[in-house]
């Protein structure tokens, strides 16, 4: 399973951003997609989740009403769109597959990892 991770870059706080995750329709099906984020000396921490069946969607308490997540119509590429970014939403945002929902210890395969920096 190969996952592409890619859209992260500087913004301003109150701007937005779009992050992508790209991998195989059958991957989709197959796995939940999960995004989480680590920040320099803090552990990684759950931000959002798509459903393999991309009809349900989990998010942190701390991104909800401003981070949304959907799958295009292929089925090959998750968009978390981030709005209203803070500067404590900078970190390293990765995507992953699994069958953990909220628990990055149920998730198999990793993408690299993209980096959102947002300024105040």
């Known amino acids: 399973v190969q996952l592409q991770a890619s859209g992260g870059g500087l913004v301003q706080a109150g701007g937005s951003l779009r992050l992508s995750c790209a991998t195989s329709?059958?991957?989709?099906?197959?796995?939940?997609m999960g995004w989480f984020r680590q920040a320099p000396g803090k552990e990684r921490e759950f931000v959002a989740t798509?459903?393999?069946?991309?009809?349900?969607?989990y998010y942190a308490d701390s991104v909800k009403g401003r981070f949304t997540i959907s799958r295009d119509s292929a089925k090959t590429t998750v968009y978390p769109q981030m709005n209203s970014l803070k500067p404590e939403d900078t970190a390293v945002y990765y995507c992953?597959?699994?069958?953990?929902?909220?628990?990055?210890?149920?998730?198999?395969?990793w993408g690299q990892g993209t980096q959102v920096t947002v300024s105040s």
């Open positions: 992953a597959v699994g069958f953990g929902w909220s628990d990055p210890r149920g998730y198999d395969y």
């Open positions: 798509l459903n393999r069946n991309g009809d349900s969607t």
């Open positions: 329709g059958r991957t989709f099906s197959t796995y939940h």
